[in-house]
């Protein structure tokens, strides 16, 4: 009698070598950045992983989305903050109607990682610049935010060419979807993500990036039903990631100055959870919760003389919070929008 030995889910051949290219992407962004001393390691940390984590192809179109979002981003961030941060009303409104335009882009689903980049890239950078006083500049944070873009091209190609898929990948569709849902995404999403940016410039949460870029991270599902799952995806990847950052703190010790030792854990860390990430089938969930979660940490809190023990802890509590309150606000605009033909969403019920 035969006996049958259940096994685990296993990667292909094409999603091995892109966990591979997910977690040399990442490491060589963050490498660089220390080596460099180069300020906001944040960006040269995720943007990798987001590029090579969520779209599994590179292309001349996905190419221009990424850097046509940092172009965008920094021009955005220069107007705001150059004329109208002295007009908190007019720049709300202003960052509404961005919001607006990027997450069109994602709805539709023709330029979706433009708008999705746009969104992340803003967000920070909003965040990050309007915390800039009269003794220093913008100008650092567009700078490395473009450096970071142009840089995470180059190690995108590199990652391609070394660990290339060994069979070609069939192309996604996107469905069609009526006009009404399509504004009932960008309300909900466009609204919800400008009460995030205010919330956290009135309560001068300066040290928040985590939680705000969360709040964001969750609309990406463009919808209540899926927000809901992809909010507790979210909190989990954090507690998840929060836990590897504070046990590779107790490998490094007080070792990490030496680059080698967190590059090494960085490495191991992303391609343990980048196989995670693409065996739910490598949409934003879990593993990709904690792929950016302690990317996060690396790239902002980690340095020569820094531990991450507070920043995770600090993180987990701040990100917990801002994805139930973004929850609630996601929800009330669900059933508010739903009440209106012209913006009632399809899974309506």
């Given amino acids: 009698m035969t006996q049958v030995v259940s096994q685990g889910p296993q990667l292909d051949s094409n999603g091995l070598r892109q966990a591979l290219r997910i977690a040399g992407g990442c490491t060589i962004g963050f490498a660089i950045s220390k080596l460099m001393n180069w300020p906001n390691g944040i ?30 981003s920094a021009f955005v961030v220069l ?71 142009l840089l995470t091209v180059i190690i995108a190609a590199i990652m391609h060419g070394v660990f290339p898929d060994v069979t070609a990948r069939p192309s996604r569709v996107m469905p069609a979807k009526p006009k009404e849902s399509i504004r009932h995404e960008v309300l909900l999403c466009a609204s919800v993500a400008t009460l995030s940016f205010v919330v956290f410039q009135v309560l001068d949460l300066q040290d928040s990036i985590s939680a705000q870029a969360a709040s964001v991270l969750i609309l990406f599902s ?57 065996l739910g089938g490598g ?47 996601v929800y009330v605009m669900h059933h508010l929008l739903n009440r209106f033909s012209a913006t009632r969403h399809h899974t309506f019920d």
């Fill in 43 to 72: 960006f040269f940390t995720v943007y990798p992983m987001l590029l090579l984590g969520m779209v599994p192809t590179l292309s001349r179109g996905v190419i221009n989305q990424f850097i046509a979002s940092a172009a965008f």
């Fill in 79 to 149: 107007v705001i903050q150059g004329l109208f941060s002295h007009l908190p009303v007019v720049m709300t409104l202003l960052v509404f109607g961005i919001f607006c335009f990027l997450f069109h882009k994602m709805s539709r689903g023709s330029a979706f990682l433009f708008g999705a980049l746009g969104v992340v890239s803003l967000s920070i950078q909003l965040h990050f610049s309007s915390y800039v006083d009269q003794g220093s500049s913008i100008y650092p944070l567009i700078l490395s935010n473009g450096l970071a873009i």
């Fill in 222 to 278: 463009l919808c209540w039903k899926a927000a809901g799952m992809a909010g507790w995806q979210r909190a989990i990847g954090t507690l998840i990631g929060c836990n590897a950052a504070l046990l590779s703190q107790l490998f490094l010790y007080n070792h990490s100055d030496f680059l080698l030792f967190p590059v090494a854990i960085l490495w191991i860390l992303s391609f343990v959870f980048a196989r995670f990430h693409l």
């Fill in 283 to 329: 949409i934003p969930g879990i593993g990709f919760g904690v792929l950016t979660t302690f990317g996060i940490l690396f790239g902002q809190s980690l340095g020569p003389g820094q531990d991450l023990i507070y920043s995770a802890l600090y993180r987990f509590s701040s990100v917990s919070v801002a994805i139930i309150l973004s929850l609630c606000a």
